[in-house]
């Protein structure tokens, strides 16, 4: 079993900024892969971007340019930056860890106001 809790969600102005980070109990480099997923409302859940165990990344085209994953060997963590927010980025973003299983964390909620 992992424990996934994500955190820094929040509100913030279109054009602003959020970095939310995926706090797990084992470690995130030992993963098949590690990423962040969104649920907007009456919305399915999507990819935002992915990291797998070599290093390799891929985003959704909507978070290209904008987002970054990256990865946090001090304190085990999987930080997901984001810039120029806008309204359409409001969901509940959800960490995901996948090695023999699949785990998802609870969800923080970001909101980008117009």
């Known amino acids: 079993q992992v424990q996934l809790v994500e955190s820094g969600g929040g509100l913030v102005q279109a054009g602003g900024s959020l970095r939310l980070s995926c706090a797990a109990s084992?470690?995130?480099?030992?993963?098949?892969?590690t990423g962040w997923y969104r649920q907007a409302p009456g919305k399915q859940r999507q990819l935002v971007g992915f990291?797998?165990?070599?290093?390799?990344?891929a985003y959704a085209d909507s978070a290209k340019g904008r987002f970054t994953i990256s990865r946090h060997n001090a304190n085990n963590t999987l930080p997901l930056q984001m810039n120029g927010l806008q309204p359409e980025d409001t969901a509940v973003y959800y960490c995901?860890?996948?090695?023999?299983?699949?785990?998802w964390g609870q969800g923080t909620q970001v909101t980008v106001s117009s």
């Open positions: 084992k470690n995130i480099f030992s993963a098949k892969s």
């Open positions: 990291i797998t165990r070599d290093g390799y990344t």
């Open positions: 995901r860890f996948q090695d023999g299983g699949t785990y």
